[in-house]
Structures are given as structure tokens and as C-alpha cells.
């Protein structure tokens, strides 16, 4: 599985009915589950986003595809950041010449 960092804000719309947050977060946790993924982590945060979530994916396609089905809903944009684990990136510095 592959890791994703998402970065989300929300929508006019999605702070207009911030209330229904928790339910929409459930309801994008079943829709990544059902696409083969999880959800690791999710941050409510302070400053240039509102939300942080830690995805798994099976790949690429598969988290432009939960990115895409977020943003059609209206509440979030998003930006995802593909994340690379320790070791990944401890090997990826070793093959540096």
C-alpha cells in the first residue's frame, strides 16, 4: 500500500454545514475502504488547512479517484501528497552517486 498525505480545506458549502462533518468524514472512510484503501490518521488542524487525513492506497489512480469522488461532493478541496516511509526514502538517498 502506498501512503497519501491529503490536505483539505472546506468549501463555502462545507463550512456553511460544518455540523455534518463527522458524517461525511464516516462516509468518505467507507468509499476508501470499498476502493481498497483506509484511512490512518485524521487531523482537524489550525492554519493554512482545516483537515489532515493519513491514507493508504492500493495506487495512484486509486487515490486520484477518492480525491476526485471528495471534490464532487462540494464540502472539501483537496491536495494530496504522495509519502514516502523511512526506509523508502533512506533507500532512495542510498542510490544517489
Do not use: H
Not at 493508504?56 to 471534490?71: C, I, K, M, S
Not at 516511509?85 to 542510490?95: C, K, M, Q, S, V
Amino acid at each position: 500500500m502506498t501512503t497519501y498525505v491529503v490536505l483539505l480545506n472546506w468549501t463555502e458549502q462545507g463550512i456553511k454545514n460544518v455540523r455534518e462533518s463527522p458524517k461525511r468524514l464516516d462516509a468518505a472512510k467507507k468509499v476508501l475502504t470499498e476502493m481498497g484503501g483506509s484511512f490512518k490518521d485524521f487531523y482537524l488542524t489550525m492554519g493554512e488547512y482545516d483537515m489532515v487525513a493519513i491514507c493508504e492506497a492500493p495506487d495512484d489512480a486509486v487515490a486520484a479517484r477518492f480525491a476526485l469522488t471528495l471534490g464532487m461532493n462540494g464540502n472539501v478541496r483537496t491536495r494530496t501528497l504522495k509519502a514516502f516511509p523511512e526506509a523508502a526514502y533512506r533507500e532512495l538517498i542510498g542510490t544517489l552517486g
